[in-house]
């Protein structure tokens, strides 16, 4: 066999096992590994500006693409802990990434050691599994056993430590004979799909809720092949959305307090009847007090993590299952009982969906200056088509995007679910684009995220990676701005000031375009509605052209209350004009 470092082997079985790009910053004790990749070749590395930022780009990378595992690698001490607010939110999702860190000698381990710190049991409750290898012949198992548990069950990250003498340490391993581990993933049966689809052909006005791990499994054309031969709409939930297309006549519209449709509301109050595929029943999604949403309905829930079936509350059946192994006998069973006329006809409360989703809208016509944020995504609709693909984390400006955009295909709509953090949208976005560099990529923040974690701009300029950023700025933390009303407070959440460089911001504080622009991005600043959908298409030509990120700022009002509820979904408060002629909303999907 081959004599080669503990680090070479693990370049090769990350090449064997797929990867193709890593994200990450070297230092000291990581660059024997560093120094393994340069020798081996075969992997494209990406320097981040902040181990957090390459953590996020893993992030993007992974959620990107089906199949893809986003890789972050840094050295000791403050890099494994700047990793870990990416553990957490690929944790959350649910999604694959692996971080591999440097660290003291394992000799030194003890003797608190310069960045030496016991990283993996930080890590440890926001991982599926997080290691320090203390023996080099170890390394191999080490990585072949974390690719296995991300891909494994319920998808989720790890976190490989690799002290510096055991990664420069040789070892024998025999590369030409590795061969990835079997992934394991639960499966329905079929008697549990029947009684499902009893269930379901029990009911009057039934719903399928489509979750994120319909998108993990890969599983989307099932799930509409599903609605179609039932004739059951869709309520997508906001990792699942792209599921469906949002324009497909199946299409309910979303549901919860924040990201949720009018419609989608309406729709699931009227509901008798909701299977839930591969969706968490988040509390955003079903309100805090689940007796309003749960009221009146019978509910099959189908996970491929047992401990969350009845976790939020006690469904009437549960299957645990992956969702494409799921889909694939819901399909099947549904086919046969369609051939022999057992299937109920369910077209009459699918046009009263439709009804519905043509009537209830949101007003986005606004001619206002300063400009109101509904305007924006009306300009987006217009501006980039069904291809395009959205990133994006927390804010007013993911909730009001959530309830005004359209997505018409899985994995694009790309948005840091559970977690939420500031600042992931850059990052996020850099690794989406490092995946799918031929298609059209635009993030999507407030200013606030969009300081968090500027400084990866200059990533994007440096490895040529082109991507639109829409940046709607209002100089507030405008989420909890609006929280705060329920204290009668406007406190600590003004990111206005007079800046002595740039008068022309009227009091708006950070000059975006020029901080872009000094990190090697190009820049455009709009202030009036008119100019939006201008600015958008010369940012489109600017991307292709110079191939680095563009980002085009939007002055908004100070003030905006975005549609959303404090408890319940049936308690929703519209604070703003709705739509009452097509005019209003002129690129909303109506009723097909």
């Known amino acids: ?17 797929g990867v ?7 230092g000291a ?42 890789v972050c690698i840094g050295t000791s001490g403050p890099a494994g802990t700047d990793m870990i607010t990416g553990l957490y939110s690929a944790s959350a999702d649910s999604i694959p990434i692996l971080c591999i860190t440097g660290q003291a000698p394992v000799a030194k381990l003890h003797k608190e050691d310069f960045q030496a710190v016991d990283i993996a049991s930080i890590a440890k409750p926001l991982t599926k599994m997080a290691v320090t290898v203390l023996e080099p012949a170890q390394v191999p198992g080490a990585f072949q056993q974390a690719f296995h548990l991300m891909r494994s069950g319920r998808p989720g990250p790890v976190l490989i430590d690799l002290p510096i003498d055991v990664q420069m340490a040789e070892i024998e391993f025999d590369v030409d ?34 979750g994120g791990g319909i998108i993990n499994a890969d599983a989307a054309d099932l799930l509409v092949e599903f609605a179609e031969l039932t004739g059951v709409p869709v309520v997508p939930t906001l990792m699942g959305w792209g599921t469906i297309p949002d324009d497909h006549p199946l299409t309910a519209g979303m549901v919860g307090l924040q990201t949720s449709h009018r419609y989608g509301n309406e729709t699931f109050l009227q509901s008798d009847f909701v299977v839930g595929i591969g969706n968490r029943w988040a509390n955003r999604h079903t309100g805090n007090d689940t007796s309003v949403y749960t009221a009146g309905r019978t509910f099959v829930h189908v996970d491929i993590e047992p401990t969350q079936i009845g976790r939020t509350f006690a ?11 799921a889909l694939e006998l819901f399909v099947e069973v549904a086919r046969e009982r369609k051939a022999a006329s057992l299937l109920k006809d369910y077209s009459a409360w699918a046009a009263s969906c439709q009804e519905r989703k043509a009537t209830m809208l949101r007003k986005t016509h606004f001619d206002n200056v300063p400009i109101k944020p509904q305007r924006v995504y009306e300009e987006m609709n217009k501006a980039f088509g069904r291809d395009v693909r959205y990133v994006t984390t927390i804010g007013l400006s993911q909730i009001q995007a959530a309830q005004l955009l359209h997505v018409y295909k899985d994995r694009h709509w790309i948005n840091a679910g559970q977690a939420g953090p500031l600042g992931w949208t850059v990052p996020a976005a850099l690794g989406v684009a490092t995946a799918v560099p031929e298609e059209t990529v635009v993030a999507l923040s407030g200013d606030y995220d969009f300081q968090f974690m500027i400084e990866e701009l200059a990533v994007g300029a440096q490895f040529n990676i082109p991507y639109v950023h829409v ?18 407070m406007d406190y600590c959440v003004q990111l206005s000031f007079d800046n002595v460089n740039a008068p022309e911001l009227n009091g708006y504080g950070v000059d975006h375009v020029k901080v872009a622009e000094g990190l090697g991005c190009k820049a455009i600043r709009v202030f009036e509605p008119g100019e939006i959908g201008n600015a958008l298409e010369q940012a489109k030509k600017l991307a292709a052209e110079f191939k680095v990120p563009v980002i085009v700022e939007v002055i908004l009002e100070r003030i905006t209350n975005v549609s959303m509820a404090g408890a319940d979904i049936d308690k929703v408060n519209e604070w703003e004009e709705l739509a009452t002629a097509p005019g209003d909303a002129p690129t909303a999907l109506l009723g097909n």
Do not use: W
């Open 177 to 210: 004979t590795y061969e990835p581990l079997p992934v394991y993933k639960p499966a329905a049966t079929r008697r549990q799909v029947e009684k499902a689809l009893d269930l379901l052909q029990a009911s009057e006005r039934p719903l399928i809720v489509a």
């Open 471 to 488: 940046v709607v700025n209002n100089a507030y933390l405008g989420l909890i701005r609006q929280a705060q009303r329920n204290f009668d």
């Open 29 to 70: 004790a990581i660059n024997p590994f560093y120094a393994a990749m340069r020798s081996r070749g075969g992997l494209h590395h990406t320097l981040a500006r902040h181990v957090e930022g390459a953590s996020h780009m893993a992030e993007g990378y992974t959620r990107a693409k089906a199949g893809n595992i986003g």
């Open 20 to 26: 193709t790009n890593m994200f990450g910053l070297p």
């Open 1 to 17: 066999m081959a004599r080669m470092t503990a680090a070479e082997a693990a370049v090769e079985i990350l090449k064997r096992e």
């Open 315 to 325: 469904p009437d059946f549960g299957i645990v299952s992956d969702a494409k192994a």
